[in-house]
């Protein structure tokens, strides 16, 4: 389970956004001293579900579920290229039946493939955020109203 802290910056019903550092997602990480986003110190914005109806400028605790984090890394890196290759496949096969270039038949089935999976992930990602199915939960508030309410330092 990845786990965040942040502070709220905006509530919404049932949701909250919070402001968090990128770098804080990084230090539990064992390969942290070799990836370049870990000295990254960039401040992110979360939509977070609100179960337990934090206020603005709380310090809370978000966690995510990593198999969640794991599913939808494969659906936005793997999944495409799969599909892309699937098509390559295809179209040098076409090529074959009617006689034509296999490179340009596996080029041009390839990239529609590959462009028909980015609409199929933008699709998957707009029914997602209506769900709320792989959004974010604040578990716990760690105290209330920080000394800087931005939570920058």
């Excluded at 939808?72 to 699937?86: E, R, T, W």
């Excluded at 390559?88 to 493939?113: H, K, Q, V, W």
């Excluded at 199915?133 to 931005?150: H, L, V």
Aim: aromatic share 10%; charged share 20%; proline share 3%.
């Amino acid at each position: 389970m990845a786990i965040e802290e942040g502070v709220i910056i905006k509530t919404n019903g049932t949701t909250a956004v919070l402001r968090t550092r990128q770098k804080t997602a990084c230090e539990s990480c064992s390969e942290k001293a070799h990836c370049h986003t870990s000295g990254n110190d960039k401040e992110m914005e979360v939509e977070a579900t609100n179960s337990i109806n934090a206020k603005v400028g709380d310090l809370v605790v978000v966690s995510f579920e990593s198999s969640r984090l794991f599913l939808l890394a494969f659906f936005l890196y793997v999944f495409p290229i799969i599909l892309m290759i699937i098509g390559a496949l295809i179209g040098e096969r076409m090529a074959a039946a009617y006689d034509g270039n296999p490179s340009t038949y596996a080029a041009l089935c390839g990239f529609s493939f590959f462009f028909i999976s980015m609409g199929i992930v933008k699709w998957k990602d707009h029914q997602a955020r209506k769900t709320g199915k792989f959004r974010p939960e604040i578990i716990r508030i760690k105290n209330n109203r920080p000394a800087c309410p931005t939570g920058r330092s």
